[in-house]
């Protein structure tokens, strides 16, 4: 069944407290949205829609960033749940097959749960509506069942008493088809103790109209939904513990892994071992049998089989390892490859670069790849030897199996094979420094007296 998503995003989110709109804020290195939409992803969806409200040009950049195919369509002003999803209307007019409504500050859905309402709609049910059990049902629209069927949902505000005492709450997560949920929709009022439109009436109309609507449940900890700063750091922790959990099963070693934090993308291979304080940012993939060393950062990298990292090494976006790579303590590297074996080992930058196979790199080694306006290309062919304290003016190209002396400076291209030598020539003065200092000892005992 194709599907299209539709992700609630147009919320202020008060009580964050913030500037920045609540799906905007970041969990495991990703905004809250894009979440909802990777758990959303299960379903292969051929449309997206997310409807954006307070923070609108925010959200539609952001959304944009992570998929240019992602329709965003604007709700002005938020006056429900069915109101919200009534903006994704005349986007999806022509689209047949499920639609299915996601909140986009809801994180944590299960892949498999998204499945499970799919197979539910298979099976035959119009309307189906994700449910869980909650430990304290508080302010949740409660479920209120007919034998297996659903009856209608009833805001917690419009319940009575026997009807708060129900335990079976609403998601917020329903999925339907397409056309059945906007015909649902238009008959939705808002004469309630909110006064706005809810999605949930929906159930009341279909079932009035002869259609089946059904539950599916979930464990209450997927529909945990963020409304705080405290409940984002609770949902981080929470993250972090899966990945954590999910990387060891995979066979990699965490030497601690309480200090490890990863990003929501993060992939590292087997036989991988991470020693203390690692940090992942988004887009990294380790493969298998790398080491990290303790108090690394990466970010938008990729580490080949076998590469050693660190400690204290930064990997920035555009970082690509080649397998058995060695990048040591304090060296910094961007958008540049270090190619099979090659050695990057102390105090040194390489950004916008190519490292050939084998070469060897020495310490506080720096590409001066950026003149104040552009970023320029610095080549090292494979197997060169660059001298301690090599300053490379990019764009320049230092040839295989060639060396630089230390302490040059490289404004031109090096010949493979060839030694650049640039720096001052040594001038050595015999009883220079003694005398030098006995003439200023001399100065400050006068001085004194
Ligand atoms: C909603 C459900 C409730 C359910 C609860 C689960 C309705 C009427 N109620 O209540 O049954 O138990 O979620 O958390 O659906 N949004 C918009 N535009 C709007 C209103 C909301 O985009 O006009 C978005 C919000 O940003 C949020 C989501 O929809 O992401 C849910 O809205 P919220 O106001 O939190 O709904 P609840 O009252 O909690
Ligand atoms: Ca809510």
């Known amino acids: 069944m194709p599907t299209a998503l539709i992700v609630l995003a147009a919320g202020q989110g008060t009580r964050m407290n913030s500037d920045l709109p609540k ?24 449309r997206t829609v997310l409807v954006a409200g307070h923070g609108a040009e925010a959200v539609t950049k952001a959304a944009k960033a992570l998929d240019d195919e992602i329709d965003v369509v604007l709700q002005e002003e938020q006056r429900g749940t069915g109101h919200a999803v009534d903006q994704a209307r005349d986007t999806l007019a022509d689209f047949q097959g499920d639609a299915v409504v996601l909140y986009g500050d809801t994180p944590f859905i299960r892949r498999e749960t998204l499945d499970a309402m799919a197979k539910a709609r298979a099976k035959g049910a119009d309307v189906v509506v ?9 302010r949740y629209g409660r479920l209120v069942l007919d034998g297996n069927r659903l009856a209608r949902i009833v805001e917690f505000k419009d319940a009575d ?47 009035a109209r002869g259609l089946t609507c059904s539950v599916v449940t979930c464990d209450e900890a997927e529909t945990l939904g963020i409304n ?20 060891m099963e995979n066979g990699v070693t965490l030497v601690a892994p309480d200090t490890v934090f990863f990003a929501a993308d993060t992939f590292v291979g087997g036989d991988t071992v ?20 303790a108090f690394s950062h990466l970010e938008g990298c990729h580490v080949s089989r076998g590469a050693v990292i660190g400690p204290y090494a930064r990997l920035r976006p555009g970082a690509e390892l080649a397998e058995g ?56 062919g494979a197997h060169a030897f660059i001298g301690s304290d090599t300053m490379l003016v990019a764009p320049v190209s230092v040839g295989d199996g060639a060396m630089t002396a230390t302490g040059t400076v490289v404004t031109q291209d090096v010949d493979p094979g ?10 050595n003065k015999p009883g220079f420094a003694t005398k030098f200092f006995e003439k200023l000892r001399t100065q400050k005992a006068q001085k004194k007296g």
């Not at 799906?23 to 051929?46: D, T």
């Not at 129900?166 to 309630?192: R, Y």
């Not at 790579?325 to 099979?340: L, M, P, R």
């Not at 060839?418 to 001038?427: I, K």
């Open 418 to 427: 060839a030694l650049a030598v640039g720096r001052a020539r040594q001038e």
């Open 130 to 138: 994700l449910g869980f059990e909650a430990a304290d049902p508080g």
């Open 228 to 247: 705080t700063r405290a409940e984002l750091a609770a949902a981080e922790a929470q993250l972090q513990a899966d990945k954590r959990a999910e990387a």
């Open 23 to 46: 799906v905007l804020h970041e969990l495991g290195g990703a905004p809250l949205f894009a979440h909802a939409l990777s758990s959303g992803a299960a379903l292969a969806p051929e």
């Open 161 to 207: 008493e026997a009807t708060r005492a129900i335990t079976l709450c609403n998601s917020g997560v329903i999925a339907a088809d397409t056309a059945t949920l906007f015909d649902l929709i238009a008959g939705v009022g808002n004469d309630n103790a909110s006064g706005e439109y809810y999605l949930t009436d929906i159930v009341d109309i279909a079932n």
């Open 274 to 293: 991470i020693e203390p304080n690692v940090v992942f940012g988004p887009g990294v993939t380790v493969e298998n049998g790398a080491r990290i060393r």
């Open 325 to 380: 790579a060695k990048v040591g303590n304090f060296v910094e590297i961007k958008n540049a490859t270090i190619d099979t074996g090659a050695k990057v080992n102390h105090l040194t930058y390489i950004g916008d670069a190519f490292v050939g196979e084998g070469a060897n790199i020495g310490a506080g080694t720096i590409t001066c790849n950026y003149d104040g306006v552009f970023k320029h290309h610095t080549h090292i």
